[in-house]
């Protein structure tokens, strides 16, 4: 005879569990492709701490404002500039009252190899003897933040007429940093987290402060998404877990 009571245990865990999965929504996140590495570790921790699932769509920042103003539907949107950001709002796509500054970062040059000599940045740099007849790997630069803020470094310090010739745009900063990484660029400008997540470039410089916009990565919920599952990620972003994660690939957590 077989015993009724393994069944009923196994029917009330069931029953338990049946609102948890039935609660259980999606949530998609439109992030910058620097966020490529972090997110990977944010989505495995927040599906782990509230049962829902998370969907990571990560590309340049200014793709990813075209495609939610071409109605993508996205529940959140990480930029890695304010501006992106701004025109979304400005649009009425962005949920009022969602929007916060989350991360910092520093834009640095990277070298092909992992020993590359170290130079210093500054107006007297010869970045284009550095470079030879090699190309300088960037993001697209009047469109991609991490193009936006480089160029903006080397106007600053009188270097950017002397190698614009040079430059080799990329879709985003992670097709940049692949340049140089696979040896087609010598030398690249990237986020400095974006360095870290790679060990055949090495940073040879970091460029200072003063001549770039602050980098300000802010996150929003889109309008017209709110849901208990984008409001608990929302939440888990200024989270001490989400902070530590980011924080293990080089960002500075601005949120609260």
């Keep these: 005879m077989i015993d009724p009571a ?82 979304l709002e400005a649009d009425g796509l962005i949920e009022a009252g969602t929007r916060f500054d989350l991360l910092g970062n520093a834009i640095v040059l990277i070298a092909a190899g992992s020993e590359a000599a170290p130079v210093e940045i500054g107006p007297d740099l010869d970045l284009a003897g550095l470079l030879g007849d090699g190309r300088l790997a960037m993001a697209l630069v009047d469109a991609v933040p991490a193009g936006i803020y480089g160029k903006a470094a080397l106007d600053t310090l009188g270097l950017w007429d002397d190698v614009a010739p040079q430059v080799a745009q990329a879709d985003n900063v992670r097709a940049a940093l692949a340049f140089v990484a696979t040896g087609e660029a010598p030398l690249g400008i990237v986020y400095a987290t974006d360095a870290v997540a790679e060990d055949r470039v090495s940073v040879i410089g970091t460029f200072p402060v003063q001549t770039h916009p602050p980098i300000v990565y802010p996150a929003a919920g889109l309008a017209g998404r ?20 980011f924080e293990r690939q080089g960002f500075v957590v601005l949120a609260p």
């Design 6 to 87: 393994p069944l009923r245990v196994c029917a009330l865990v069931l029953a338990c569990a049946a609102p948890a999965i039935a609660g259980a929504e999606q949530v998609t996140v439109f992030a910058t492709a620097s966020l490529t590495t972090a997110m990977t570790e944010i989505e495995a921790g927040f599906e782990a701490a509230s049962g829902h699932d998370l969907v990571v769509s990560v590309a340049g920042s200014s793709a990813l404002a075209r495609q939610i103003r071409q109605g993508a539907p996205a529940d959140v949107f990480i930029s890695a500039n304010p501006d992106w950001m701004d025109a």
């Design 226 to 245: 709110d849901g208990p599952a984008r409001r608990a990620f929302l939440d888990y972003l200024r989270s001490p877990e989400a902070g530590a994660a």
